[in-house]
């Protein structure tokens, strides 16, 4: 081991410092920090780009493909467990899977030289993806807290936050720091929704593209642009639109019940097709079930044939409607190919939240029937430590983890885990990410954990995260870094 505090090559123990200060040598590999306050994983990777992790387990639901040489384990498979894991030993050679086999029988084949890890029955997930974060007002919360917790009042305190702070250094720094966060905990991909009035589309995405460019190969960015629809039937509706195609961004916005919202939606479906854009909606963040404008889009879709991506996000008053409302609404939702977009922890955190009176409803769409009507739902982070929601670290684990026990997706387990891998990835563009196939680039999660029960139990600080075959730095950014940005908690 170096002398404390120099910088060594990743080695026999994966210590940490924070990622932003990684090095990366003339032949791709990357240098981590061996210093009194790195973090501690629970297993160590060799440095040679070729090794085996042995006696590892991993979902079924995150294979890319069936592997018929690597069954189910029957004991855990059974009832009362219900967990399909498969047993299986996988290859990684410059950076790729190259073999998924069952366990003790891959390493035989190859020299004695070539290094085996021990998962010792661990879990093997392939990195997250997050779908829907808004990380121009991450890390806010110390400047701008919520003063009683309500929707109203954060849409009050962020514009007032926006008008006052909101410069290319004050978005770069907390936009920035978010990624480390995201990266850290093993996000491979992210899209961040961007608020877009006026100047403020200019400042975002200048911001967006530099962080684009400094984490190309870390990190697939993606970003959207968020008004209300209200804002594409004027000139400057208009130019936002050729903004965020000239960016390479995704069309958004906000959808409220309104006299105008079919005119709304029918410009914004025009303004995508001329400009070839995949579109994201924020709908129906609400609890009143009239509110139903996740309907008029998926209508929409249908009437003007639409052959981009439709997301829309929330849908919260599904959750109150009657059966036969909500089942009209997925009928549509269905037919238009439209995918949905879960947010548990804002949702639960804002909704139904009144003065000393303990909420009633838990104001996260429908989960289990869009799964029994064969709609993709995805489950993604939302706000991070702003006034729309107080906590968070932009941790696919954690969102998971809390939708679980939130949504009640654990009795079985099943197939959720695609809902912050595959189904965010392929929802996104991005059919090589958030699962585990031959040819894929090695980027992993290791988990400690043997089955969903163990991962669920405790927050997996030892993790380990393979990018591109290594292992990478998982130290958290300090917050004191942006103490003098937004004051000191």
Sequence with gaps: ????????????????????????????????????????????????????????RIPQSLLATPVA????????????????????????????????????TGPKTVPETVPQVDMQQGLIWPCFVDIHTHLDKGQSWNRVPNPDGTFASALDV???????????????????????CSYAHGT??????????????????EVIHTLRQEWSGRLNLQAASLVSLDYYLTPAGTALADQVA??????????????????QVDRVFALAAERGLDL????????????????????????HGFAGRVVCDHCCSLSVQSPEVMGETLKWVREAQIGIISLPLCNLYLQDRQPNRMPRYRGVTVLHELKQWGIPVAIASDNCRDPFYAYGDLDGLEVFTQATRIGQLDRPIADWARTVTSTPADLMGL???????????????????????????????????????????????????????????
């Design 188 to 205: 491979q991909a992210l899209r961040t929704h961007f608020d877009a009035f006026g100047s403020m589309a200019a400042t975002a995405l």
């Design 431 to 489: 059919p090589q990410a958030g699962r585990i196939g031959l040819g894929q680039s090695a980027d992993l999660v290791l988990f400690k954990a043997r089955t969903f029960n163990e991962l669920l139990s405790r927050p997996q600080a030892d993790r380990v995260v393979i990018r591109q075959g290594r292992s990478i730095d998982t130290t958290l950014p300090d917050y004191r870094e942006l103490d003098d940005l937004v004051g000191i908690a």
């Design 69 to 104: 040489h690597c069954p189910v384990i029957p004991e855990l498979a059974a009832f009362p467990f219900a967990e399909n894991l498969v047993a299986a030993d996988v290859e990684i050679r410059d950076g790729y899977i190259t073999a998924i086999a069952p366990p003790q």
């Design 1 to 56: 081991m170096a002398p404390m505090g120099q910088f060594v090559t990743i080695a026999a123990h994966p210590t940490r410092r924070r990622s932003s200060e990684i090095k990366i040598a003339d032949n791709g590999t990357q240098d981590f920090y061996d210093g009194p306050d790195a973090a501690v994983a629970f297993i160590s990777l060799p440095q040679t780009p070729h090794f085996w992790l042995v006696n590892g």
């Design 158 to 180: 962020v514009q007032g936050d926006a008008e006052k702070y909101w410069d290319r250094e004050d978005l770069y720094r907390r936009m920035d720091f978010s990624l480390h």
């Design 280 to 303: 994201d909606f924020h709908v129906d963040e609400s609890l009143n079930p009239e509110d139903q404008c996740l309907r008029a889009v998926a209508q929409a879709k249908l009437r």
């Design 246 to 263: 000239a960016a390479g961004a995704i069309l958004g916005g906000v959808a409220y019940t309104n006299p105008d919202l079919i005119a």
